[in-house]
């Protein structure tokens, strides 16, 4: 019985150290872990304008379009797709016009089609006035998109009744799995001009207390320009990142790679180095320290590494809303049959676009009337930023950032 006794006090005592240990565990996993804190702001509109007042910004019609070297450039499928529907739908052939123009031919050459949508994100119709395509539209984009203020440019409403229109709207969004981290201090953003400019901006400030692990797992590296022993000693000058390889059925892209002629440049340049961080073709790695070893690795070991827990990311923050009027559209005459000297008397766009911690969105309108080391991927300069779908071979929505006039400023306090 006495040795019973001290059996069962043995092991009450076992039983205390043991809720010890595990309530010990428990404390050192929230300390190691600990919830991360978020700041909230006001999320209005950082910039609302005219594209015709900014100096630095420019839209185009089409992924073509060349685009001017040091300004920001901005395209959106929505365009397009009024495009095409013009010609599906009413002209029932491409948008022929009299006069020579490169936007007629880029846009009607272009690739970039519905399909590279969801069903559920788009709407586009067109048709004549006098069949009521006014209310048409009103009507089927209310019940697609019960939220949207349907508001149609005054050209549309005062058209004459024998006129034509054609309008389409974007509505697409991502959001990532887990919301990123807001940057509590500005991020300095150098256009290409030098001129640096504190903005807004989210990431991952590299924390080794493990509080960024789960989203530095959804972080994709697609791309990263470390080709040699000097690239990875100095960090990568250029490189693409998938913010959130979850996002389905949409991904946004980030990168830092040169300026070139057209967005279409750009982006197909992105595309063939994502292509080649797939490869499994191997390359060879001098590293002059001692006897100057020699490594072999394939392409998308080396190329396209994993975010490790050290690294850092960060993202300028933007929301704003530009309208725009395709001037060199207006006024052009059609030459397709029964629609011959019809004059394009509005060609327009109104685009509304997000980035912050928590994703992206993307909102617009178009309307056309006739009649191991640390690495670093910072985001302070220069770089190109698109939305796709996951199986689609082209984007619907691209932007080159080259200065800060469409970025969130940071505003320090007083």
């Not at 872990?33 to 100096?55: G, K």
């Not at 508001?151 to 990532?176: R, W």
């Not at 770089?383 to 619907?396: A, I």
Request: contains cysteine; glycine residues 6%.
């Amino acid at each position: 019985m006495k040795k019973r006794r001290v059996l069962i006090v043995l092991l009450k005592v076992l039983f205390l150290i043991f809720i010890g240990l595990i309530i010990g565990l428990i404390g050192i996993i929230l300390w190691t872990f600990p919830i991360p804190t978020y700041h909230s702001y006001d999320p209005s509109l950082n910039l609302i304008a005219d594209s015709s007042d900014l100096e630095q910004t420019v839209v185009v019609s089409s992924l073509e379009s060349p685009i001017p070297e040091g300004k920001n450039a901005i395209w959106c499928a929505s365009f397009q797709l009024a495009w095409n529907v013009l010609g599906d739908e009413v002209l029932k052939e491409q948008v022929k016009v009299r006069q020579a123009s490169d936007d007629v031919d880029c846009l009607n050459r272009a690739e970039v089609s519905a399909k590279d949508l969801q069903p559920d994100s788009y709407y586009a119709r067109a048709g004549s006035i006098d069949s009521n395509i006014i209310n048409t539209i009103r009507e089927e984009i209310g019940e697609k998109f019960p939220r949207v203020n349907v508001e149609f440019p005054q050209e549309l409403l005062n058209s004459p009744s024998d006129g034509i229109a054609a309008y389409s709207y974007i509505n697409a969004q991502v959001k990532f799995k887990i919301p990123f981290i807001d940057n509590e201090k500005p991020l300095e953003f150098e256009d290409s001009q030098g001129l640096s400019i504190p903005v807004r901006s989210f990431g991952l400030s590299g924390k080794y207390d493990g509080s960024e692990f789960k989203i530095r797992r959804q972080i994709h590296i697609l791309y990263s320009g470390i080709d040699s022993y000097e690239a990875y000693a100095n960090g990568p000058q250029e490189y693409i990142i998938d913010l959130c390889r979850t996002s389905i059925p949409y991904q946004v892209v980030m990168a830092r790679v040169p300026w070139k002629e057209s967005l279409k440049q750009i982006y197909l340049y992105c595309q063939e180095k994502i292509q080649e961080a797939d490869s499994d073709e191997i390359f060879t790695i001098e590293i002059p320290q001692g006897d100057n070893m020699v490594f072999d690795f394939t392409k998308k070991e080396f190329l396209s590494p994993q975010f490790e827990m050290h690294d850092i990311l960060l993202v300028p923050e933007m929301f704003w809303k530009i309208s725009h009027r395709f001037q060199a559209l207006e006024g052009l005459t059609l030459v397709n049959k029964g629609y011959e000297e019809w004059p394009i008397v509005y060609a327009g766009q109104e685009i509304q676009f997000q980035l912050d911690r928590s994703g992206a969105g993307l909102e617009s309108v178009s309307c056309v009337v006739s009649a191991s080391k640390r690495m670093h991927y910072v985001f302070d300069g220069p770089f190109l930023l698109y939305m796709k779908h996951r199986q689609s071979e082209y984007p619907f929505f691209v932007l080159w950032v080259d200065n800060a006039e469409l970025l969130h400023r940071f505003e320090f306090d007083e």
